[in-house]
Nanobody, 118 residues
Framework: HVQLVESGGGSVQAGGSLRLSCVAS?????MAWFRQAPGKEREGIAN???????FYAQSVKGRFTASKDKVETTWQLQMNSLKPDDTGMYYC????????????????WGQGTQVTVS
């Protein structure tokens, strides 16, 4: 059973940058980043499949850059040009099959890390 440990996050002013990292205890077919703002559903923002192809949600495209290391156990998210709307808990997730944008399709989650943009 894969376990995920996140790091990074914090508080930043609008226009600033933050970097998140997620270390997995093993390989998995799909890794993803989700976020959840207060009172809102968990939203998928980026995912990467076994072929290494990375997909982004429209809300973060052009501002966020995800990357996965060659060993395929570290999944990172560089967040630039942050906006107050980016505030929320950010979660790393993994799935043993193809990626999906729905949080309900993932059973493996990191502990979450808070991102606050003021």
């Amino acid at each position: 059973h894969v376990q995920l440990v996140e790091s990074g996050g914090g508080s930043v002013q609008a226009g600033g940058s933050l970097r998140l990292s997620c270390v997995a205890s093993g390989n998995t077919k799909c890794m993803a980043w989700f976020r959840q703002a207060p009172g809102k559903e968990r939203e998928g923002i980026a995912n990467v499949d076994m072929a290494g192809k990375i997909f982004y949600a429209q809300s973060v495209k052009g501002r966020f850059t995800a990357s996965k290391d060659k060993v395929e156990t570290t999944w990172q998210l560089q967040m630039n040009s942050l906006k107050p709307d980016d505030t929320g808990m950010y979660y790393c997730a993994a799935r043993p099959s193809r990626c999906d944008w729905s949080a309900y399709q993932y059973s493996t989650w990191g502990q979450g890390t808070q991102v606050t943009v003021s």
